[in-house]
């Protein structure tokens, strides 16, 4: 269009579309379950070995975890975060 051809508009998306397609992708990566599942996973076979073997992290359920529900091992034990 014209306007575009002087510069007063551009093809470009505009910066609060480009924010809240961030903001959505990051909230639906977040509330994925099986993501947070292979985060806890990685957590275990990375940080606890360099950790010494000092935290406890528990184990996943993998049969019983999908996108919505995450089942893990209990541990008894004190909350940290209250």
Known sequence: ??????????????????LIDCFAKGS????DYCNEAMNQE????ELV???????RVPEVY??????????TEWIDGEQLAK
Do not use: C, W
């Open 49 to 55: 070995p360099r950790l010494n073997n000092r935290i």
């Open 28 to 31: 639906y990566a977040e509330l």
């Open 42 to 45: 990685m957590f275990i076979q």
């Open 62 to 71: 993998r049969k019983f975890t999908s996108r919505k529900v995450l089942t």
């Open 1 to 18: 269009s014209t306007l575009m051809f002087v510069g007063v508009l551009s093809h470009r998306k505009q910066f609060d579309v480009e």
